[in-house]
C-alpha cells in the first residue's frame, strides 16, 4: 500500500506510538523484510517519538528531523480541584500520621467499606507478569510483612483491575490469592471502565506498575494516574523515567519486588501526588499533545522533494530527467 501510496505524497511523516522497531529489524526478521522496511521508511522528511529514549528506532531508518512529542489525552478528572485536591490531602496526612505513629485517623474509603489503616494501591493494567502484576502482588504482601513486624497498624489492599493473556499466569494468580492473607490484601476486579474506573483512579491512594514489557513505550495508564494526581510506583524500564522528576522515590528497577515493598511505604509515607496533576496539565493533555502535533508538522521544510527511484519504480515512473516509458506518470 505504501508503494502504492508515496509518490503521490510530497513528505513522509513517521508518528512513532509503538517502541522496538530498531531491535525488530535486526534480530527478528529475514533480510527481504530488513530491505523492504529500509527501502520504505527511511529518510523519512520528519519522525515524531513520544520520548527522546525512542529516538533509536527513528534514527535506525535515518530520518531527516527527529521531535519529541508527547502523549495526550482528554482530562479525565476535571472536578480535581473541587472534589479530588482535598481528598488527596486527606489521604496525605493520614498516611503519614498512620507511618508516623500519630493519632489522626487514616480516610476511610467511600461507603467506609475499608478498615481503619488501609492504604488503597492501584494495579491497572493487562494482568501479565511482564507489566508488573506479580511483582506489585510480592511488594505489597512484602510491605505488609514489614508493616507487621515493626507493629505498624497499617496495611496495603491492592486492587487489580485488568484482562489476563495468558492462561498460566491467570492460574498462578488464582494459586496466589488461595492464601488466606494474601486473599486478604489483594482482590481481582476483572477488566473494568467507565465510572467504575474512574472510581478506582479517584479513590486509590498509590498506582502500582512495575512494568518491564519488553515495547513499553509511554504508558496511557500512568498518565491517567498523574490526571489524578495519584502517587505512582513504576519502573526504570525504557522511556518511563522521562515522565518523572529527577530522583523520584516511586521508581525502582524492574523485577524487584524487593524495591517495590520499599518503595510503596516510602511513597505513601511521604509523597501525596499534587505536583502529578500538574504536570499532567502542564505535559500530557490531549489539547497540548494536538499542538505540539501541529507545530511538530508545520516545522516541515516546504521544498517539495523527489521522490526516491525505488518508490517511482514499484509504481512504473521515473526520476526527474530520464526518458519516458509506457505507462509512467507524467
Known sequence: VMALCRPFFQRLVLHWHA??????????????????????????????????????????????????????????????DHEVLP???????????????LSLPPVPAPG???????????????????????????????????????????????????????????????SLLKDPQAAREIEYLGFVSGEQKLALLRDSDLFCFPTCYPNENQPVNLIEAMAF?????????????ELFPRSYPGLVAPNSPGQVAGALIQLAAQETGETFREMFLANFTLERHLASLARALASIETVRPDPTPDVLAAMG??????????????
Not at 481528598?87 to 505513629?101: I, N, V
Request: aromatic share 8%; net charge positive; charged share 25%.
Open 229 to 241: 494526581g495519584l502517587p505512582i510506583l513504576t519502573t526504570r524500564w525504557r522511556s518511563i523515567p
Open 112 to 174: 467506609g467499606a475499608e478498615p481503619a489503616g488501609v492504604v488503597r494501591v492501584l494495579y491497572l493494567a493487562h494482568c501479565t507478569r511482564e507489566k508488573g502484576l506479580f511483582d506489585a502482588c510480592e511488594g505489597v504482601l512484602s510491605a505488609n510483612r514489614s508493616l507487621r513486624a515493626h507493629g505498624n497498624p497499617a496495611f496495603f489492599k491492592l486492587s487489580v483491575a485488568g484482562m489476563f493473556v495468558r492462561k498460566d499466569e491467570k492460574r498462578a494468580f488464582q
Open 19 to 80: 517502541a522496538g522497531l530498531a531491535k525488530w529489524l535486526e534480530t527478528s526478521v529475514q533480510q527481504r523484510t530488513r530491505s523492504t522496511t529500509y527501502r520504505m521508511l527511511q529518510k523519512a522528511d520528519l519522525s515524531i517519538v513520544l520520548s527522546t529514549f525512542n529516538r533509536a528506532d527513528a534514527e535506525k531508518l535515518f530520518a531527516q528531523r527527529i521531535l519529541v512529542v508527547n502523549n495526550g489525552i482528554p482530562d479525565p478528572c476535571p472536578e480535581f
Open 317 to 330: 515512473a521515473r526520476p526527474a530527467g530520464s526518458p519516458a516509458v509506457p505507462g509512467a506518470l507524467p
Open 87 to 101: 481528598l488527596r490531602r486527606r489521604q496525605g496526612a493520614a498516611r503519614r500520621a498512620l507511618f508516623e505513629r
